[in-house]
């Protein structure tokens, strides 16, 4: 069975600093890798996702993720957080059954 | 355009009392799911549906039910609610299955079991 480990319950950063947010997954076949958001009182969206190809996944309000097999990783990055960026944010993976597995969330926060 | 639609948003209910949780969506989306959100677990996995008349558990089924009679509608049932079913509860779509395709969510519905 696959599953995703979220480094960090809580991360801040300053207006204007990178954002890194750890993922990192187990699954003994070429996983599905996603990474979705939540906004206070909402639903998750998606931000970005790695199926097949290219391993640097640009998604959208400038976030981005790399699919790093030999370190089992999917971190999600933004060069310069802004304010509305402050959300939970999921990590996810799924192998070729028809579920997903969430990690258990990384909320960020972001500071003037 | 409505999406996928939860009704209803807040819900306090009794010990042993039992309710319906409606899911709908506009999509015309095979896949549905309802998923399970409590701090510092993320999002866990109730029920699935890969198309109508086809329903499957996920990783914490015990204590509900689901059907899938129509494409759009994929209603959760809990019959006998206990504390342990305080939650918030998300219905999620997708065009295709959950592993390759963008699940779209609904706003959620926050249940309270006293």
């Known amino acids: 069975a696959q599953s995703v480990t979220q480094l960090g319950s809580h991360v801040s950063v300053s207006e204007g600093a990178l954002v890194l947010l750890r993922c990192n997954y187990s699954?003994?076949?070429?996983?599905?890798l996603f990474w979705y958001v939540q906004y206070p009182n909402q639903g998750l969206q998606l931000l970005l996702k790695y199926t097949t190809g290219a391993t640097l996944v640009k998604g959208i309000n400038g976030f981005e993720a790399e699919f790093k097999k030999s370190e089992t990783s999917f971190h999600l990055t933004k060069p310069s957080a802004h304010m509305s960026d402050a959300a939970e944010y999921f990590c996810a993976v799924s192998v070729r059954d028809s579920t997903l597995t969430f990690g258990k969330g990384t909320m960020l926060l972001v500071s003037p | 355009n409505a999406g996928v639609t939860q009704t209803p948003k807040f819900q306090v209910l009794k010990t042993g009392q039992s309710m319906t949780l409606q899911c709908a969506q506009d999509?015309?989306?095979?896949?549905m799911s309802w998923y399970r959100q409590d701090p510092g677990m993320g999002l866990r996995l109730i029920h699935y549906s890969v198309g109508a008349g086809i329903t499957d558990q996920g990783e914490v089924p015990n204590g509900y039910n689901v059907s899938r009679s129509t494409t759009e509608d994929f209603p959760l049932r809990l019959l006998s609610a206990a504390p342990s079913q305080t939650s918030v509860y998300f219905c999620?779509?997708?065009?295709?299955?959950?592993?390759?395709?963008?699940?779209?969510f609904g706003e959620g519905s926050r249940l309270t079991v006293l």
């Open positions: 699954s003994s076949v070429p996983p599905y």
């Open positions: 999509m015309n989306h095979e896949y």
């Open positions: 999620a779509s997708s065009y295709q299955s959950a592993n390759t395709g963008e699940l779209f």
